[in-house]
C-alpha cells in the first residue's frame, strides 16, 4: 500500500510583522523574494525525489503571509509540486492570507491553480484591537475580502482569531466570535495569545506597557467561544479549533496524529523516515545554501525512537476532542496503551482529567483547561 504524506510550504515574507508574531517571517526582506523562491523550487526539485513512492494527501503554504508575495510565485510552487509530487486528485490544498493583502486577481489565480482551502487571519473584529496589535489591516478589509472569496468560489474558509489579546474585554471577543460565526466560514481557529520572547509584545510586557489577561478571563473567552461556536453548528475537533462537519483541517490532522510530512522552506520542520528535522532559519542562509551547495540545509536534526515516537504520538493526539484510540495506538505499536501507560492513565483520570471511553483516552472538560498538565505526564518517557 502507497504510504501517504502532508507537505508544508513555508514563505517567511509579511506586509508588516505582528507584535505578537514569533514565528520565521520577516517584514523587510522584499528584496530576497526572487531568490527565495528560486531556492524554494530546487529544495521541492530534491524532496521530489525523495519521496518517491509517496502519496501527497494535503499542502499547505504558510507562513509569513504568503498573500504578501505576488500571485506567480504561489502558482509556480503549487505547479511545480505538482510534477514532482504525487498529489492526490482530493488533496487539500491550502493558503494562509491575510486581509488587506488579497485582491480579485490574486484570488482568482489561486483558485485557478488549485487551492481549495483559504485561511485568513482577522484575529479581531475591533479597528482599535487590530491596531494595537501591528495587523495592517481593517474590519472593513476583510469582511470585503470574505466576500470577494466567496463570489470566486472558495467554499472551504478558515478565520484565525486570538483572544486574551491586551484591552480586550469579553464583550469584545463576543462580537468577534458571533460575527465571525454569522458569516459562516466552514473552520474557525481560536488561539489564546501567548506573549513569546523577540517580539514586540514581549518588549511591552517586559517594560510594563501591557500585562497579560488574568487566567480567569482567558478561560471566560474560552468557554464563551466553545458555546457560542457550537450554537452556530460548529463542532470543537482539536483544543484551538472548531469545524462544521467535514471540514476540519486535514493537514493539521496528520501533525496531530503524529503521521509523516515534509516542510520546506527557511525554518519549515519536517518528520520524515522516523527522523525530525529543521530547515536552516536565516533566509539568506538558507537561499545561499540551496543556490550554491544544492540543499546542504538541515539546522536541527533528532532520530525519534520508539519512546519518544510514543510520547508524541499521546500529547498531539490528546490534544483532540476524540481522543487517541487504544486499537490504533496497539496497530503502530504492537503493545496496549494501558499495558504500557497505565498507571500514568489511571493517575489522570482519578484527577477527573481523562476519561475512557469506548476505546479511547481522551481529555475531560477541565482536562481541557489543564491540557499541559497531562502532557507532562508523557515528556521524557521510556
Known sequence: MEKSIGLY???????????????????????????????LKKEIIIYGERAEGY????????????????SRYI?????????????????????????????????RAYKYIGINRLSIGLQAWQNR??????????????????????????????????????????????ETVNNVADLGPEHISCYSLKIEENTVFWEKYEHGEIDEIDDHTDREMYYLAKRQ???????????????????????????????????LGAGAHSYFNKKRYNNLYNIEDYIKNY??????????EAIIDEAESMSEYIILGMRLTCGISQSE???????????????KFKKLIGKGLVEHKAGRLLLTQTGLDYANQVFMEFIDID
Open 129 to 174: 484591537l487590530l491596531k494595537n496589535i501591528g495587523r495592517v489591516h481593517s474590519i472593513e478589509e476583510f469582511v470585503d475580502n470574505y466576500k470577494l472569496a466567496r463570489e470566486i468560489g472558495f467554499n472551504n474558509i478558515n478565520i484565525d482569531m486570538i483572544f486574551s489579546l491586551p484591552h480586550q474585554t469579553l464583550e469584545d471577543w463576543a
Open 9 to 39: 510550504i513555508h514563505v517567511p515574507f509579511c506586509k508588516s510583522k505582528c507584535y505578537y508574531c514569533d514565528f520565521n517571517s520577516f517584514s523587510n526582506k522584499s528584496e530576497l523574494v526572487e531568490a527565495y523562491f528560486e531556492a
Open 291 to 300: 543556490m550554491e551547495y544544492e540543499g546542504k540545509y538541515i539546522e536541527g
Open 329 to 343: 495506538f496497539k496497530g503502530r505499536y504492537g503493545i496496549e496503551i494501558m499495558d504500557k501507560f497505565g498507571g
Open 75 to 107: 502558482e509556480d510552487v503549487v505547479r511545480l509540486c505538482r510534477q514532482h509530487f504525487k498529489i492526490a486528485a482530493d488533496a487539500e490544498i491550502s493558503l494562509e492570507s491575510n486581509p488587506g493583502t488579497l485582491s480579485e486577481d490574486k484570488l
Open 229 to 263: 461556536l457550537a450554537g452556530h453548528g460548529y463542532g470543537m475537533y482539536e483544543i484551538s479549533n472548531f469545524a462544521l462537519e467535514g471540514y476540519e483541517c486535514k493537514h493539521n490532522l496528520i501533525y496531530w496524529k503524529a503521521k509523516e510530512y515534509l516542510g
Open 55 to 70: 502519496e501527497v494527501k494535503t499542502v499547505f503554504i504558510g507562513g509569513g503571509t504568503p498573500s504578501s508575495v505576488d
